[in-house]
């Protein structure tokens, strides 16, 4: 279901959104450490830790809900984030290779432009898009990069590819809210909300997002 909604937002063809039968799903079979979820690009395999399994019967809580267990438990709620991932790394591995493994620019936290940005490319398609993420002006930063700056002093957070596949929950989120639709399995927040863009911020770069997902779709 979530895979049959994320289609409907992305506007994907149901043959397409399996990235050319690349993606594998392992739902609690190669977990590692505390993290909900994760992809792995060397196998192309999106990652969702199964939720805790429930207390003995006689250990339960009163109206104890096997369902909330499932629903806000483990990776569920994640699976947008890493099919965000999968699509950064799809583009750069299979279809403009160059000197990274992803089109955002991997674990760099620099959010300067790079030298894609006015490129006719997908890098160029993905610098447009960070670029609005980052910056006001081309001296200012966005109201959420400075947000992001005084919520974490974590480096992960303010990597480049991790950037992208937060934006990319939220665009997800934007598209299916806008058909009236809600999909927890696919994204529910994880994280503080200053890590992520509002709607009413995605909105304003909903035509640069528009514009990635459209030429990445001419290569599925």
């Known amino acids: 279901i979530a895979l049959f909604d994320l289609h409907k937002a992305l506007g994907f063809a149901p043959t397409k959104i399996g990235l050319k039968k690349k993606i594998a799903i392992a739902f609690g079979a190669r977990g590692r450490g505390s993290a909900v979820a994760h992809f792995e690009p060397g196998s192309f ?48 591995l299979k279809v403009e290779r160059g000197n990274t493994f992803t089109l955002s620019g991997d674990k760099n936290t620099n959010p300067k432009p790079t030298a894609h940005l006015k490129q006719n490319t997908l890098k160029g398609l993905m610098e447009r898009l960070l670029n609005k993420i980052f910056w006001k002006t081309p001296d200012k930063y966005s109201d959420y990069y400075t947000r992001l700056l005084k919520a974490t002093k974590q480096k992960y957070f303010k990597q480049r590819n991790e950037i992208f596949a937060r934006a990319f929950e939220v665009y997800v989120q ?42 990445l779709k001419k290569h599925l």
Do not use: Q, W
């Not at 629903?71 to 991932?85: C, K, N, P, Q």
């Open 45 to 92: 395999t999106i990652n969702l830790t199964r939720y805790k399994r429930p207390r003995k019967l006689a250990n339960r809580p009163a109206h104890f809900d096997r369902v909330k267990l499932l629903l806000h438990g483990g990776g569920v709620g994640s699976f947008a984030h890493e099919y965000g991932h999968a699509l950064d790394y799809y583009g750069a």
């Open 174 to 215: 934007y598209k299916l809210a806008k058909k009236k639709h809600v999909n927890i399995f696919l994204n529910e927040v994880k994280y503080d909300k200053d890590f992520y863009l509002t709607l009413n911020e995605m909105k304003k770069i909903e035509k640069e997002f528009d514009a990635l997902m459209n030429a």
